[in-house]
């Protein structure tokens, strides 16, 4: 029995992948009104990262940028796209990326310096290298942080696919950390590398 194997990707049509993009926006905004009920200043910029079977399938998909800040919105976009049906790749496999933006429904977040999440940050660190453990990439964190300096919620893109599968894990920590400073009566937003 001989091995087959193709090392190269075929091609999508991208003017067809938009067009499967956009006709996912109401499912896009769904995703986002359940967001808005858990953090109401909830918005940001996505970049999906998709790789679509000759089958039209959605083989895996995940955010190479995001700073939407909320994981459980960030899934319910990923299972959208997952769901959904792509145009046919022409010679196997074709990877697409796409990049949209969830807007403020009404005042949004104070913007943070990255600065003053550092201490906190500090603080977890060693639990979230334990949840990047073995993974290549580069990761990105967004809170939003409340009164008090509690997390409200918290999101994370990846570089990788190997990368992606490690998300839940380092936005879990950073839901549950500490010490951040209050932004006074109105959310504050913070982005930072990890």
Not at 62 to 81: I, M, P, W
Not at 129 to 143: N, P, V
Not at 159 to 168: I, L, M, P, V
């Amino acid at each position: 029995m001989a091995l087959k194997t193709r090392s190269e990707l075929g091609t999508v049509d991208p003017d067809a992948v938009t067009r499967a993009f956009h006709a996912l926006d109401d499912k896009f905004s769904d995703c986002q009104k359940q967001g808005l009920d858990r953090v109401e200043v909830l918005s940001g910029s996505l970049k999906f990262f998709l790789r679509i079977g000759d089958d039209g399938s959605a083989k895996w998909t995940y955010f190479e940028e995001s700073d939407l800040g909320d994981r459980d919105t960030e899934k319910c976009l990923l299972d959208a796209v997952m769901g959904a049906k792509w145009p046919r790749p022409d010679g196997g496999d074709a990877e697409a990326r796409y990049t949209m933006e969830l807007s403020p429904q009404g005042r949004p977040a104070t913007d943070w310096a990255s600065d003053k999440a550092a201490a906190a940050l500090g603080k977890v660190g060693d639990a979230i290298d334990q949840c990047k453990s073995g993974a290549s990439g580069a990761f990105r964190g967004t809170l939003y942080v409340g009164p008090g300096g509690k997390v409200l919620a918290a999101g994370v893109s990846t570089s990788t696919k190997d990368a992606a599968s490690k998300a839940d894990c380092v936005a879990k920590i950073l839901g549950k950390m500490k010490g951040l400073p209050s932004p006074g009566s109105w959310p504050a937003k913070v982005s930072f590398g990890l």
